[in-house]
């Protein structure tokens, strides 16, 4: 079984940054893509930005200028360089692992528990 375990989370005040860490352990093969959701208030959860094992990176448009996402393939492991936040990014910021698990492109996904992510005014 595979467990994601994030870390990072916290309180920062706006125009500060925090940087969002998640390991993987317990896979026996190598993930197709990793990446970052989150979940705010009130909110659906909602994709944050992901980056495939090619190093293709996908942004949610209101992060695209001020968050960085990067993997380290050998380690399983995925981060997220956030900069100049803003209280709307208050949410709980979820890992997530995926890879193709049938000829027809369907996906498998893994998911962490969740790190809290508060920014103040």
């Known amino acids: 079984q595979v467990q994601l375990v994030e870390s990072g989370g916290g309180l920062v005040q706006a125009g500060g940054s925090l940087r969002l860490s998640c390991a993987a352990s317990g896979s026996r093969f190598s993930f197709d893509g990793m990446g970052w959701y989150r979940q705010g208030p009130g909110k659906q959860r909602e994709l944050v930005a992901e980056?495939?094992?090619?190093?293709?990176?996908n942004y949610a448009d209101s992060v695209k200028d001020r968050f960085t996402i990067s993997s380290d393939n050998a380690k399983k492991s995925v981060y997220l360089q956030m900069n100049s936040v803003v209280p709307e990014d208050t949410a709980v910021y979820y890992c997530?692992?995926?890879?193709?698990?049938?000829?027809?492109?369907?996906?498998?996904?893994?998911w962490g528990a969740g790190t809290q992510v508060t920014v103040s005014s």
């Open positions: 980056i495939t094992s090619g190093g293709r990176t």
């Open positions: 997530t692992a995926y890879r193709v698990i049938s000829v027809e492109g369907a996906v498998g996904r893994s």
